[in-house]
């Protein structure tokens, strides 16, 4: 049986789907993030800046007021 160019595609997507989905899957097993509530001691936490420097959340403590920002990437 000769299958059409669309068929194929439709094929190809469709394995591509049963791939990829179950990989994308959260592990059901592990425990969800805890939450931090307003008032509660923030956790320790250590990221990288624009600069591609370290900077350690402990680290800013006494200083003057610490904003962290979060960009999504929509594109």
């Given at each position: ?13 469709l394995l591509?789907?049963?791939v990829a ?50 960009f999504r990437?929509?594109?």
């Open positions: 049986m000769k299958l059409s160019a669309d068929r194929m595609a439709v094929a190809g997507a591509a789907a049963l989905v179950p990989a994308l899957a959260e592990d059901a097993d592990s425990d969800p993030p805890q939450r931090v509530e307003v008032g509660q001691q923030a956790p320790p936490v250590e990221l990288k800046g624009c600069d591609d420097q370290d900077y350690d959340l402990a680290s800013l403590r006494g200083q003057k007021n610490a904003v962290l920002v979060f990437g929509s594109w």
